[in-house]
């Protein structure tokens, strides 16, 4: 069990600008999530995936952001024309998918739009 | 009124000290209670995770839930520095339990 990887840890980007993360999740979890989390908040609830499946999006995910997980493994978050509200940490988090399984997150992307 | 309401604190206590950490929820059909920690600059990390009202025991913390109140509480017992961290409650709302919803979570520092 090596733990949920996200890549980059960091992200400085300036207004406008399209940003992709990649998180990679325990490799035995086949439910995948993505949460954001912004300063003196809890995470906010984004996306998850069944395998491939994404199965459940919150009305956060506005229509620049897109998640795909295209071999049911790694996962990627693009946010397209980048504002300065999308600043945050960008979490992922995976699970077994059976029944109640608790997430186990990453150390998440923190993205700056400057 | 909002889902899950959790006091950020922040907490400050001496070593030793025992910490109450609480959360409230406002809908009854919410299944499943989880505390997280969060280091600075870290993902949060599960602590304890239930189901039923009562009291689970793990070490040194003990998470608490009562349905009735829809309450859930934190206990740390001989509270140490490295405990320092935020603590977030998570609930969900049962099945996929894709949706984990957070509070804003509780900033806890303990001195030495």
């Known amino acids: 069990d090596t733990g949920v990887s996200q890549d980059p840890r960091h992200k400085i980007t300036k207004r406008g600008q399209n940003v992709t993360f990649r998180c990679d999740p325990i490799?035995?979890?086949?439910?995948l999530y993505w949460y954001r989390q912004t300063l003196g908040q809890g995470p906010e609830f984004l996306t998850y995936?069944?395998?491939?499946?994404?199965?459940?999006k919150s009305r956060l995910l506005s229509d620049r952001f897109s998640a795909e997980r295209p071999k049911g493994s790694f996962s990627t978050l693009e946010i397209q024309r980048t504002e300065q509200g999308d600043s945050a940490m960008y979490l992922c988090?995976?699970?077994?998918?059976?029944?109640?399984?608790?997430?186990?997150f990453g150390n998440g992307t923190r993205l700056t739009v400057t | 009124q909002k889902e899950v309401e959790q006091d950020p604190g922040p907490l400050s206590v001496p070593e030793g000290a025992i910490v109450s950490l609480n959360c409230t929820y406002s809908?009854?059909?919410?299944?499943?209670f989880m505390w997280y920690r969060q280091y600075s600059r870290k993902g949060p990390e599960l602590l304890m995770y239930?189901?039923?009202?009562g009291n689970k025991e793990d070490g040194r913390f003990t998470a608490q839930v009562d349905k009735s109140s829809k309450y859930i509480s934190l206990f740390i017992r001989d509270s140490q520095p490295s405990d320092s961290a935020t603590y977030l409650c998570a609930i969900s709302p049962g099945g996929s339990q894709g949706n984990l919803i957070f509070g804003k979570g509780t900033k806890l520092s303990v001195k030495p």
């Open positions: 239930t189901y039923s009202s």
């Open positions: 809908n009854s059909a919410f299944q499943y």
């Open positions: 995936f069944q395998n491939e499946a994404q199965l459940e």
């Open positions: 988090a995976s699970s077994r998918g059976q029944g109640n399984s608790p997430l186990h």
């Open positions: 490799s035995e979890h086949n439910r």
